[in-house]
């Protein structure tokens, strides 16, 4: 499921290349509202296909690799099906977490892409299956526990959303991503023994 995922955005990013204003218009996550009443319609579908869109190479490939490092071992513990369902709860969590930010916020109708919500949800499950596993920051190559990393990363994303130092980034998407995937293992975790997580 991990590598049949990445090969979606994958195949979407050339789609994309194809015809960039047509799929942002259609597929990328409008706004409820906009004061600029020439900016595409929010559409029920957006919460999920956003998260296909990439804005380059570089957005997609940084993406899909986080998908391929935390994905692979989620999979491999939750299986398939319970891995795309936690991906696709992350990405309408997030999707709705960006919605309900900029409809708060309001400003120019902007276009919410990138799988970015879905892998902060899998940060989440694998820091919650492996929270003693090392993981390592790109820049710098600092090693910590998985726990530590997603915790420090939860940390920046509220930092950056919240005093605006970082515009372009969706951090409240993000967030929502990782609080879809807890309310997501958080109800697999509460049913019977055998039908838990770990």
């Given at each position: 499921m991990t590598l049949l995922l990445i090969a979606l955005n994958a195949l979407v990013f050339v789609l994309e290349a194809l015809g960039p204003a047509s799929m942002i218009d259609r597929f990328a996550l409008w706004p409820l509202h906009s004061a600029n009443a020439y900016a595409p319609a929010f559409h029920i579908w957006q919460l999920l296909t956003y998260s296909a869109l990439h804005a380059s190479l570089t957005h997609l490939a940084f993406n899909m690799l986080?998908?391929?490092?935390?994905?692979?071992?989620?999979?491999?513990?939750?299986?398939?099906?319970?891995?795309?369902?936690?991906?696709?709860?992350?990405?309408?969590?997030?999707?709705?977490?960006?919605?309900?930010?900029?409809?708060?916020?309001?400003?120019d109708a902007y276009p919410?892409?990138?799988?970015?919500?879905?892998?902060?949800?899998?940060?989440?499950?694998?820091?919650?299956?492996?929270?003693?596993r090392r993981v390592v920051l790109l820049f710098p190559p600092i090693p910590m526990p998985a726990w530590l990393f997603a915790t420090g990363y939860a940390l920046v994303e509220l930092g950056l959303g919240v005093s605006g130092e970082a515009p372009g980034i969706a951090h409240f998407a993000h967030l929502g991503g990782m609080a879809g995937a807890l309310a997501l293992i958080g109800c697999w975790s509460r049913k019977p023994r055998g039908d838990a997580i770990n």
């Amino acid at each position: 499921m991990t590598l049949l995922l990445i090969a979606l955005n994958a195949l979407v990013f050339v789609l994309e290349a194809l015809g960039p204003a047509s799929m942002i218009d259609r597929f990328a996550l409008w706004p409820l509202h906009s004061a600029n009443a020439y900016a595409p319609a929010f559409h029920i579908w957006q919460l999920l296909t956003y998260s296909a869109l990439h804005a380059s190479l570089t957005h997609l490939a940084f993406n899909m690799l986080g998908l391929f490092m935390f994905g692979r071992e989620v999979e491999r513990v939750l299986g398939a099906a319970r891995l795309l369902r936690l991906y696709a709860a992350s990405v309408v969590c997030g999707a709705v977490v960006q919605l309900l930010t900029a409809l708060a916020l309001g400003g120019d109708a902007y276009p919410t892409i990138g799988a970015s919500a879905g892998i902060f949800g899998l940060l989440v499950a694998y820091a919650l299956l492996f929270p003693q596993r090392r993981v390592v920051l790109l820049f710098p190559p600092i090693p910590m526990p998985a726990w530590l990393f997603a915790t420090g990363y939860a940390l920046v994303e509220l930092g950056l959303g919240v005093s605006g130092e970082a515009p372009g980034i969706a951090h409240f998407a993000h967030l929502g991503g990782m609080a879809g995937a807890l309310a997501l293992i958080g109800c697999w975790s509460r049913k019977p023994r055998g039908d838990a997580i770990n």
